[in-house]
Nanobody, 127 residues
Framework: QVQLVESGGGLVQTGDSLRLSCEAS????????VGWFRQAPGKEREFVTA????????NYADSVKGRFTISRDNTKNTVYLQMNNLKPEDTAVYYC????????????????????WGQGTQVTVSS
């Protein structure tokens, strides 16, 4: 497994943008599928988006499609989450997660599919 550290969270207003980063250790990072999940107080951890090892394939939850973009730079062992037009409902702790394997064989939206998790970064969107 790899070690993951999220950063970039903060307090913003409705309509603002924010970019989160997920930095990973490990020499085989490019072979890992990476996903972003979020968890609001009193609610379940939910899937946000995921990207294949090469960065060529992505998947998004309906709630963020068109507003969020996931990308990765394997030369820097980093995955990014660009969040635009933020809404109060986006307020949550955002977690980066990863697992090795083919994008097509990983159950992307299930937390138990991932073997490595970061500690999370708080995103708060005021109305």
């Amino acid at each position: 497994q790899v070690q993951l550290v999220e950063s970039g969270g903060g307090l913003v207003q409705t309509g603002d943008s924010l970019r989160l980063s997920c930095e990973a250790s490990g020499r085989t990072f490019r072979t890992y599928v990476v996903g972003w999940f979020r968890q609001a107080p009193g609610k379940e951890r939910e899937f946000v988006t995921a990207v294949s090892g090469s960065g060529g394939i992505t998947n998004y939850a309906d709630s963020v499609k068109g507003r969020f973009t996931i990308s990765r730079d394997n030369t820097k062992n980093t995955v990014y989450l660009q969040m635009n037009n933020l809404k109060p409902e986006d307020t949550a702790v955002y977690y980066c997660a990863a697992r090795s394997g083919s994008y097509t064989t990983v159950i992307l939206r299930t937390t138990t599919s991932y073997t490595s998790w970061g500690q999370g970064t708080q995103v708060t969107v005021s109305s």
